[in-house]
T-cell receptor, first 110, second 112 residues
Framework: QKEVEQNSGPLSVPEGAIASLNCTYS??????FFWYRQYSGKSPELIMS????GDKEDGRFTAQLNKASQYVSLLIRDSQPSDSATYLC??????????FGTGTRLQVFP | DTGVSQNPRHKITKRGQNVTFRCDPI?????LYWYRQTLGQGPEFLTY????????KSRLLSDRFSAERPKGSFSTLEIQRTEQGDSAMYLC??????????FGSGTRLTVV
């Protein structure tokens, strides 16, 4: 059974701090890794994708991938209350369908 | 705008009734996926199409569920004899050849 594990949280950080969200996966064959943000009652929104080891930065977001450790993370710099949401980690399988974790709820307080 | 449109946004139905959802991807989305998300969980794969061919179905897709994608364009997901356990958000995802994985706005089903 291919799995993606995330801490359900909530992760609480003060406004302006760095939020660090972590994810591990079981399938060593996974090639593509994604972070989605989901506000309550809404569908998931793709915010980052990463395909090779190392860091990928996009604005306040940085995705980090370590395939040897089967670990992917998302850093959110200068966290804002509007970043409060559930963050879903997903990896693809060999048919390109996505396997999701249960999500980490992030709370950014003023 | 993700380019994937889903209708209806919300559906409330009585147990035992049939419901049908529709997904309209943009023309470049040769692959189309259906997922289901229940409260507190991540989306779970149901089925996917490569153009008009349904290539894989999850064990979650019982015989009460059927999906079609005529002519490789829009797709429909039908649930027959709905049960309370079918209450969830149903998500459609279109994927062009080299980029994508974006969801539509979803259809929230409530079975009462």
């Amino acid at each position: 059974q291919k799995e993606v594990e995330q801490n359900s949280g909530p992760l609480s950080v003060p406004e302006g701090a760095i939020a660090s969200l972590n994810c591990t996966y079981s399938d060593r064959g996974s090639q593509s890794f994604f972070w989605y943000r989901q506000y309550s009652g809404k569908s998931p929104e793709l915010i980052m994708s990463i395909y090779s080891n190392g860091d990928k930065e996009d604005g306040r977001f940085t995705a980090q991938l370590n395939k040897a450790s089967q670990y992917v993370s998302l850093l959110i710099r200068d966290s804002q209350p509007s970043d409060s949401a559930t963050y879903l980690c997903a990896v693809n399988d060999n048919t390109d369908k996505l396997i999701f974790g249960t999500g980490t709820r992030l709370q950014v307080f003023p | 705008d993700t380019g994937v449109s889903q209708n209806p946004r919300h559906k409330i139905t009585k147990r035992g009734q049939n419901v049908t959802f529709r997904c309209d991807p943009i023309s470049e989305h040769n692959r189309l996926y259906w997922y289901r998300q229940t409260l507190g969980q991540g989306p779970e794969f149901l089925t996917y199409f490569q153009n008009e061919a349904q290539l894989e179905k999850s064990r979650l897709l019982s015989d009460r569920f059927s999906a079609e994608r005529p002519k490789g364009s829009f797709s429909t997901l039908e649930i027959q004899r709905t049960e309370q356990g079918d209450s969830a958000m149903y998500l459609c995802q279109g994927t062009p050849l080299n980029y994508g994985y974006t969801f539509g706005s979803g259809t929230r089903l409530t079975v009462v």
